[in-house]
């Protein structure tokens, strides 16, 4: 069972447009991370959040914690075929680091 | 390049055999994690080392064993191996041990038994 629940767990869309994923839990985090990790290569941190209800922007990347820090949202906008890629969460206690399955996100050129 | 190395990149062995992953974490880095992903288990925590000393333990085997060098790089040791630990073999860094949510991770050792 994992700590984190990720959904949806496959998302393919058309370039252009937006998506959401989502990362719950019902364990309060410290802190919560995002990734991004494309095939045979290890995961790349996008963003931390770490105050509840904090909300963060890269770019077309809009990341939401929520305000009970057990849940977080990775928005993108006009998605890029360049995005692809399995989005993980991964939320911290104590000294370890909790990671969702994953959603495997496919942008359609 | 998130400046974590990992060795080898490939690895394939038998059932019963015994392998050694070494890792180098990032520059001024002190802690190292590694980590198993599968796909039926996705990304599980193993171990945790600080400064040469073991701090932290997931859902590590007692077939696997680790240690962290005064040189600060690592090594996963995997021992009568069986069928399932084919997997892929990650190890990450962060600068201490109050920054596990600033993890950079290595490149991943692909381990396949037969």
């Known amino acids: 069972t994992q700590l984190l629940e990720q959904s949806p767990q496959f998302l393919s869309i058309q370039e252009g447009e937006n998506l959401t994923v989502y990362c719950n839990s019902s364990s309060v985090f410290s802190s919560l991370q995002w990734y991004r990790q494309e095939p045979g290569e290890g995961p790349v941190l996008l963003v931390t959040?770490?105050?509840?209800?904090e909300v963060k922007k890269l770019k077309r990347l809009t990341f939401q914690f929520g305000d009970a820090r057990k849940d977080s949202s990775l928005h993108i906008t006009a998605a890029q075929p360049g995005d692809t890629g399995l989005y993980l969460c991964a939320g911290a206690i104590g000294y370890k680091l909790s990671f969702g399955a994953g959603t495997t996100v496919t942008v359609r050129a | 390049d998130s400046g974590v190395t990992q060795t080898p990149k490939h690895l394939i062995t038998a059932t019963g055999q015994r392998v050694t992953l070494r890792c180098s974490p990032r520059s001024g880095d002190l802690s190292v994690y590694w980590y198993q992903q599968s796909l039926d288990q996705g990304l599980q925590f193993l171990i945790q080392y600080y400064n040469g000393e073991e701090r932290a333990k997931g859902n590590i085997l007692e077939r696997f064993s680790a240690q962290q060098f005064p040189d600060l790089h690592s090594e996963l040791n995997l021992s009568s191996l069986e069928l399932g630990d084919s997997a892929l073999y990650f190890c990450?860094?962060?600068?201490?041990?109050?920054?596990?949510?600033?993890?950079?991770f290595g490149p991943g050792t692909r381990l396949t038994v037969l």
């Open positions: 990450a860094s962060s600068p201490s041990l109050a920054q596990i949510r600033l993890q950079y």
């Open positions: 959040v770490v105050t509840g209800g």
